[in-house]
């Protein structure tokens, strides 16, 4: 309720007339500051409504209001500084740089999905313009080669280039801004360039993230002992369900019970991995956030494999939007 006050004109108790009349002309012809208010009435423990209170009921009548300024707080600026708590670095300054967003939560769920362990750095890979012809020297002599037949293509030193390298810290994800402008470039369409530019390059983003899955879960390169891990992964399957075979005791109930006992040995391996992981070097390996279903699983991450890259596709297919103006 709205608080009241009364201002008034204050007239001393006179005793003639005179007085009076002179008090009179006095305040009309000077304004008059009251020296006290007179409160009305009030509520007890009532606050009036500010206008933040009134912002807050308006968002609060409309939850779709709400969910949409969510969606946008998980977008951030390319220009945005890496937090140290972030495992995407985003350091990509090359053509629109400054007019993409990153959608930060998205691209940091990626990475615990996959079970990516280290970091991720997206950077500007600058145009390679250095061409070489098989057998032809960078001086353009061509010492060591009988002839050079006319109209041979010239090719990449490295083709089909990947985008993906290794880094002490993880990965490092190269894409060529400058080439795909130039591309793009020449090619004539109705379609805004940036928004173009926007959609090849999450092309080239999902197709590296892919690779840094398969990489760092089916191949050596940050897993020395994968082939150990496959092997005793797979080998007691083979070996059991061969014996079981050879007896002819494979039916319905046997393959469950061979399933369930082998997971049980899963669990005590990769629980010795958790407790002591360098002593132990076959159990799986939990550089991420780890599940509790995963102790029960053999030690090469598929099912990690699987979760990233279908994530890869769905929520992570569009990581980078065009600034919205």
Known sequence: MRLERSFGSYFPETHSSETRE?????????????????????????????EKNKAGGSLENHPEKVQDLKRQSDWESFLSKPAPQQRFINLYGGPFGQQMELNRKNAEKLLEMGGIEGKLILVDLPMDRSRS????????????????????????????????????????????????????????????????????????????????????????????????????SLGPYAFMFSGEAAFGAINEVTIPLTLVWQSLVFAIINSGKMISPEGNSIGRKFGHRVQLYEFFLPYVQFDRVLRGLAFVNLKGRNLVRFKKT
């Open 133 to 232: 012809i098989a057998g032809v020297n960078s001086d353009g002599s061509v010492t060591g080669r009988r002839r050079l037949f006319w109209g041979e293509k010239i090719e990449d030193e490295e083709s089909p280039r990947s985008l993906v390298k290794s880094v002490p810290e993880g990965w490092r994800i190269e894409i060529p801004g400058q080439d795909i402008m130039e591309e793009l470039s020449r090619q004539e369409s109705e379609k805004p360039l940036g928004k173009r530019f926007v959609a090849r390059f999450n092309q080239q983003l999902r197709q590296a993230l892919g690779e840094v899955i398969l990489r760092e879960k089916l191949t050596t390169v940050k897993d020395p002992l994968l082939r150990r891990r496959i092997i005793m």
């Open 22 to 50: 002179s008090i009179m002309n006095t305040t009309e012809l000077e304004p008059f500051v009251p020296s006290g208010e007179v409160v009305l009435f009030s509520r007890i423990g009532e606050e009036p409504r500010s």
